[in-house]
């Protein structure tokens, strides 16, 4: 018998099935727009970093049909338009299966920070479903994760990843190695994704390489790493976003080996050495009415 009638048989009986996923944001601590498609997207050539910020999942599964989700977050959307919404639809679909879907979604990643909090989510639910579930293969699994967002099959499978191409050519790269990570984000920011790769496609560069970047996350040297760290959409952002710019100067001078927006922003990650720096850090922003956490690498 195939796991997935298994699994159907099981919720005819009246199985219910309940299980919770911590789901960890990211940052870039390298992201190069390397070109442009006919489409509309664009390509990107990116180093993804998971940390330890996570919402959390829960999803129970019974007999019947429908999804339904629920959330500390007053401003997420619960209906369609939500990502968790979705890849519990397809993944459904995908599987050929119908059961009834309740989701609750603990928000503690900042909405529309260049943090992938909706795509780890979503890869959350992909997770739960196919534990239950069973029914897809891994390359099966991804086409589904990349059909809901470039950054969804960096969520689904890997703690760190050089991303290529939309962002579903994953390589290996060795994550950060232990460090103290500040992110701020000012309450006021936010930055539209769409907007920003608008602005790219106005300016006139050269596309740096990934290369020097993993070679430092390879050795576990953060001080060349913060010195080959980048990310292009500071080239539009910052001009634009003053606060941007003035987290980033505060976890500089609080002792940061570096500092860099995440994404297409507004946030911003600090790396330290000094747990005391990160500390400094972490309160002098909060004086500044900013949203601000003290994490360190998801491994």
């Known amino acids: 018998m195939k796991r997935s009638e298994y699994f159907q048989k099981r919720l005819a009986s009246g199985d ?5 996923r911590f789901c960890p944001a990211k940052i870039n601590l390298f992201l ?14 990116s180093v ?17 049909e429908g999804i339904t989700i629920a959330s500390n977050d007053r401003t997420l959307p619960t209906g369609e338009k939500n990502l968790c919404y979705r890849a519990a639809e ?15 979604i603990e928000k503690r990643i900042p ?5 992938a909090g909706g795509s780890t989510d979503a890869a959350g639910v992909l997770k739960i479903l196919d534990e239950a579930v069973g029914a897809l293969n891994k390359t099966e699994l991804a086409s589904l994760a990349l059909s809901l967002g470039a950054d969804v099959p960096f969520c689904l499978f890997r703690s760190a990843s050089i991303c290529r191409s939309l962002g579903e050519e994953l390589s290996y790269v060795k994550g950060l190695s232990a460090c103290h990570i500040v992110v701020a984000k000012d309450r006021k920011e ?17 596309p740096v390489s990934v290369q020097t970047v993993a070679e430092a996350l390879e050795k576990g040297d953060l001080s060349s790493l913060s010195s080959s760290m980048m990310n292009r959409f500071e080239d539009v952002i910052l001009p634009l976003r003053p606060a941007v ?15 860099m927006m995440s994404g297409s922003g507004p946030s911003v990650f600090g790396i330290f050495e000094s747990e005391d720096d990160a500390r400094r850090a972490r309160d002098l922003l909060r004086e500044k009415n ?10």
């Open 111 to 115: 909405i529309a920070a260049g943090m």
């Open 190 to 206: 936010s930055v539209s994704t769409k907007d920003a790769y608008r602005m790219i496609d106005s300016l006139d560069y050269t």
């Open 48 to 64: 993804m970093q998971k940390i330890a910020l996570c919402d959390r999942v829960t999803m129970t599964i019974s007999k019947g």
């Open 245 to 259: 710019g003035v987290i980033k100067e505060t976890l500089l001078s609080c002792g940061a080996i570096a500092a």
């Open 290 to 299: 900013c949203f601000v956490f003290m994490t360190r690498p998801w491994c």
């Open 32 to 45: 190069e727009v390397t070109g442009s498609r006919e489409d509309g997207y664009h390509t990107i050539e």
């Open 90 to 104: 397809l993944y459904l679909n995908a599987a050929g299966i119908t059961a009834k879907i309740d989701m609750m």
């Open 16 to 20: 219910v099935i309940t299980s919770t």
